[in-house]
């Protein structure tokens, strides 16, 4: 009996001091910021299953609660490893720091020497008014980072943002992610393969594939930066803004959602959807309030046509005006390409509600009216080339068929004169027709037929079935009507009472063989739409 009882006290005397040392040891290793032993229901050992382990259980009123350098961890139950000053805690886990950390998860290891901690099964991170919830979540305390590989999903106060990877830097409020990240706000959607966002000033850097998406517009880029706060973004990298009325491309676009603006930079490209037109240029500027355009450093429109397209340059392009009131401006140097047609004028303007595009000059003054001749202004004056046809005006107009989408006839009010190369002679002979108004029929890109009205000259080339020459005919006449083929002339009459004489050719002095007002421009023709 007396062995019994003094096997029993014995073992009460280990007890008490296996407890003793545990407090003892951690007193002492409290000092050097070690982990501490606040409560516990009870306390165990199993060396078979956990060596050098301390088994902490709560109880019913007691949970396991230990700290770490002003972080408090509570669970159900905790296997303490006081040698390696790291712990295992399992079961409604709560690890809190201060007023600003707050996280709820199923289990938690963590290492006490390196300040790391990794949390599993139904992680919630709470830090002021974000919460931040994953499968698995780790948390460097060295850093203030917290991070996750297997999808996370974060909610503030508006957005709900998901991810596959990603950090959170918690002293900049600042997160890091990477693969499938969808950020869900009730004003916008942003999706991106990697992106930086902070949750103060609510701004995303984008460094991959992107995208914003709103009820008005969708935003793509491989590179930017949006503040979703002020609606403000510049986008780079194969940068693109779609809305219900134009697509704009560029290698940098600013956008400014408040003030509906956007600026575009190098290789850009605006289509107008319902308009069939297309500007490239490398510098834009979009109004869209205004429902306008300006494109400047070396601007292209392309006017899509039925058959072909109407393609425009100029120093400055202009698309101003709504969809039912829409209107394409160039200024100066401009430069047009229609199949077989080219141009060249100071202005262009393209109206495309009335399908009329007007090519004019720039307004002379009254001292270049005095002092200029007829020769001299027409060749300020816009000029269309067709084959081998050469077409000028102070103003020239193309109209064209709405219904058909097609250029189907032009007129000049002023000063028309045409000038058509003799390529049955030797090539350096022009056949050449001029009167006040003009009006021609298109067909297919070329010019078909021309009436010249009021005050109609001529000089024409005439020769036989030898295509030997017969004579030079000079005539006036009220109106001329000239048929094309092939794009040269293949049939002229005269209206309403002409005059004419056919002469042979060395009965006429050079400058007889001419018209006033004469100029030979094809050495500006442009040839291919490359050219221009």
């Not at 972080?71 to 303490?80: A, C, G, P, Q």
């Not at 935003?219 to 693109?240: H, L, P, Q, R, V």
């Not at 070396?298 to 100029?314: G, Q, R, V």
């Not at 969809?323 to 077989?340: A, L």
Request: charged residues 30%; aromatic residues 12%.
């Amino acid at each position: 009996m007396d062995l019994i009882e003094n096997k029993q006290y014995s073992f009460k005397r280990k007890k008490i001091f296996f407890i003793l040392s545990i407090f003892f040891s951690l007193n002492i290793f409290s000092q050097e910021k070690n982990i501490e032993i606040i409560s516990a229901g009870s306390f165990d050992k199993n060396e078979l299953i956990y060596p050098d382990g301390n088994i902490l259980k709560e109880s019913n009123d007691k949970k396991v609660h230990l700290t770490h350098d002003n972080m408090d961890i509570f669970s159900k139950k905790s296997i303490f490893f006081q040698k390696r000053n790291s712990f295992i805690a399992t079961g409604m886990v709560n690890v809190k720091q201060g007023d600003s950390i707050n996280l709820f998860c199923d289990s938690l290891n963590y290492d006490g020497i390196t300040k790391k901690f990794s949390s599993y099964g139904s992680v919630k991170f709470i830090n002021d008014d974000m919460e931040l919830n994953s499968n698995v979540l780790f948390f460097n305390r060295n850093n203030n980072e917290v991070y996750f590989n297997d999808n996370g999903e974060i909610i503030d106060s508006l957005s709900t943002i998901e991810s596959k990877k990603g950090k959170y830097f918690i002293n900049q409020k600042k997160y890091e992610f990477e693969e499938n990240v969808v950020i869900t706000n009730p004003d916008y959607q942003i999706r991106s393969n990697m992106m930086d966002y902070f949750l103060e000033s609510e701004k995303a850097f984008f460094y991959k594939y992107s995208t914003i998406v709103t009820n008005e517009y969708n935003i793509f880029c491989n590179d930017g930066f949006y503040d979703t706060k002020n609606k403000i973004g510049i986008f780079k990298k194969e940068a693109k803004i779609s809305s219900d009325k134009r697509i704009i491309f560029g290698d940098s676009i600013f956008f400014d959602e408040n003030k509906q603006f956007a600026s575009a930079s190098n290789n850009i490209k605006i289509i107008d959807k319902k308009e069939n037109l297309i500007i490239n240029g490398d510098y834009a500027e979009v109004f869209e309030k205004l429902d306008s355009a300006l494109i400047t450093k070396n601007p292209m429109a392309i006017n899509i046509t039925k058959n072909d397209s109407l393609f425009i340059k100029a120093d400055t392009l202009y698309s101003i005006g709504n969809e039912d009131n829409r209107k394409v401006i160039g200024y100066f140097n401009v430069r047009f390409f229609n199949g077989s047609m080219s141009g060249k004028s100071d202005k262009i303007e393209i109206d495309k509600s009335l399908g009329i595009t007007t090519l004019s000059r720039k307004k002379l003054s009254n001292r270049q009216i005095q002092i200029l001749s007829e020769n001299e202004i027409n060749k300020l004056n816009p000029v269309i080339w067709d084959g081998n046809s050469q077409i000028s005006g102070d103003e020239i107009i193309l109209k064209e068929d709405l219904n058909k989408n097609i250029i189907d006839s032009l007129k000049i009010s002023n000063n028309s004169f045409i000038v058509e190369i003799d390529t049955i002679g030797n090539g350096k002979n022009y056949n050449q027709m001029k009167g006040i108004k003009l009006y021609g029929k298109i067909i297919d890109n070329s010019i078909d037929r021309i009436k010249i009205d009021k005050n109609a000259e001529l000089i024409y080339y005439m020769y036989d079935d030898n295509n030997e020459l017969i004579g030079i005919d000079k005539a006036i006449s009220s109106s001329i009507l000239i048929s094309f083929k092939e794009d040269e002339i293949n049939d002229i009459i005269f209206l309403n009472q002409p005059e004419g004489t056919l002469y042979p050719e060395d009965k006429l002095e050079e400058n007889e063989k001419i018209l006033f007002g004469f100029i030979d421009r094809f050495k500006e023709r442009i040839l291919t739409k490359d050219k221009l």
